[in-house]
């Protein structure tokens, strides 16, 4: 009996072997699947975030060098809108390559605001300011992505935007356009059009005192990310809704500040970052995460269905050759390999019925032939179909997942327990 016992121990490892190779190939089929979602994105365009308007003003000062001559350094005053509105319709579509797919999109963006002049703290500048040479940029981290010209309307006039920013800009890359603005008025009021591709997610950089987005989309099955969750959103079959309030103590941004002499501001930047809001276009848990999971319970299904033919030898004196059990082990080993290649072409829960039956049908099938019985090879078909139905619910549960797992191991492990309550395993030893 020890002997049995150990040789059963040492196969259950084998098998568990066999189990967890196939996690290897989930984590390699997944990198293929990133890469591939990269190539879709790099053609079309990649993840978008709005940074802006913002506009930069040349601020002239002189300065002495070490060496006691004096020079004309140029820096730039940044201002940040008073108010900021955001209207953002998003239109997706799938792309393929080869099995591989990615969420791409056509948004449209309608931004209006106005920018205060008091926010400008003339007081403390010293210096030049180049109110005639002042640039509106939006940034925009891939520009390919600006289907057409994009017009901005300043004070009732429209501006063309051309591509770039500023010199030292808090962004990389961008849009803008040059402006003469008048110092003597106080508010100026903005609007503009933007047709931009992407894929993925949409951020939003809340830059106003007061920012307001509104987003609406034909996707099923957003995730909103970011530092602000949405003041109110609607979900249905036919995409989403959502809006968002945001005032400038979430921000911890102030209103304008002078470019740093070094010309990196990457304090403000990284407080841009973090105020990041927005929606990523998820295609839910993808299938090789559930595959991932379902391997891991793959102990579970081997410790009980040899349990279960350890049973039948010791009830029923019948003998069951280890090398039965390897093949058994093998073959429930091979249902998440299955399920891992038919999942990237059918779906995962087409994949999961296909293996779960297929693997099923082989133990039965083979059970009935080494256990000489109908009615056991029907006990390892019941035991089997619970164990795939309940590891299918337990995939799909989020927060509850915990809870029904420790449950159905404590109901497995009393069941187990009343059915040997009577045996006597001395008995079973010396015979």
Same mark, same amino acid.
Do not use: C
């Given at each position: 009996?020890? +002997?049995? @016992?150990?040789?059963?121990?040492?196969?259950?490892?084998?098998?568990?072997?066999?189990?967890?190779?196939?996690?290897?190939? *989930?984590?390699?089929?997944?990198?293929?699947?990133?890469?591939?979602?990269?190539?879709?994105?790099?053609?079309?365009?990649?993840?978008?975030?709005?940074?802006?308007?913002?506009?930069? !003003?040349?601020?002239?000062?002189?300065? !002495?060098?070490?060496?006691?001559?004096?020079?004309?350094?140029?820096?730039?005053?940044?201002? @940040?809108?008073?108010?900021?509105?955001?209207?953002?319709?998003?239109?997706?579509?799938?792309?393929?390559?080869?099995? +591989?797919?990615?969420? *791409?999109?056509?948004?449209? !963006?309608?931004?209006?605001?106005? +920018?205060? @002049?008091?926010?400008?703290?003339?007081?403390?500048?010293?210096?030049?300011?180049?109110?005639?040479?002042?640039?509106?940029?939006?940034?925009?981290?891939?520009?390919?992505?600006?289907?057409?010209?994009? *017009?901005? @309307?300043?004070?009732?006039?429209e501006i063309i935007f051309e591509p770039g920013v500023p010199r030292n800009s808090i962004e990389a890359s961008g849009i803008s356009v040059p402006l003469n603005i008048q110092p003597l008025k106080k508010e100026h009021m903005f609007s503009f059009d933007i047709i931009l591709r992407g894929s993925e997610a949409i951020y939003i950089a809340p830059l106003g005192k007061t920012t307001d987005v509104s987003i609406s989309s034909n996707w099923p099955a957003p995730s909103f990310t970011g530092a602000f969750l949405p003041k109110e959103h609607n979900l249905t079959d036919a995409g989403f809704t959502a809006k968002w309030n945001v005032s400038s103590f979430g921000r911890s941004l102030p209103q304008s500040w002078v470019e740093s002499a070094t010309g990196h501001d990457q304090t403000i930047k990284e407080h841009i970052v973090n105020s990041l809001f927005g929606v990523s276009l998820n295609h839910g848990v993808d299938f090789y995460t559930q595959v991932n999971r379902s391997v891991k319970y793959s102990v579970l299904f081997i410790a009980l269905t040899f349990l279960v033919f350890f049973m039948f030898e010791v009830l029923s004196q019948l003998r069951v050759h280890p090398l039965n059990y390897l093949l058994i082990g093998l073959a429930i080993a091979l249902f998440y390999l299955l399920l891992l290649s038919l999942a990237e072409h059918v779906g995962f829960l087409s994949a999961y019925s296909i293996s779960a039956i297929a693997i099923t049908g082989l133990i039965t099938g083979y059970a009935r032939s080494v256990l000489k019985a109908k009615k056991k090879a029907g006990i390892i078909a019941v035991l089997l179909s619970v164990l795939y139905s309940y590891l299918y619910i337990l995939l799909q549960l989020d927060e509850f997942s915990l809870l029904f797992g420790s449950l159905f191991l404590f109901a497995i492990l009393a069941i187990v327990m009343y059915l040997t309550r009577n045996i006597d395993w001395y008995g079973i030893g010396e015979r």
């Open positions: 009996m020890l +002997f049995k @016992l150990i040789a059963i121990a040492l196969l259950m490892g084998v098998s568990l072997a066999a189990s967890f190779s196939v996690l290897g190939l *989930v984590i390699e089929r997944s990198h293929r699947s990133d890469e591939a979602i990269r190539e879709i994105a790099s053609a079309w365009s990649r993840e978008q975030t709005i940074t802006g308007p913002v506009i930069a !003003i040349p601020l002239q000062t002189t300065v !002495i060098t070490s060496t006691g001559q004096t020079t004309t350094q140029e820096n730039n005053i940044f201002l @940040l809108p008073d108010t900021l509105t955001y209207d953002i319709s998003v239109d997706t579509e799938t792309r393929s390559r080869g099995i +591989f797919e990615a969420a *791409v999109y056509t948004s449209r !963006i309608t931004g209006t605001g106005s +920018f205060n @002049l008091d926010d400008v703290d003339r007081t403390h500048i010293d210096g030049i300011v180049q109110w005639d040479n002042a640039t509106v940029f939006i940034g925009i981290p891939d520009t390919r992505g600006v289907e057409s010209s994009a *017009v901005l @309307l300043w004070n009732g006039e």
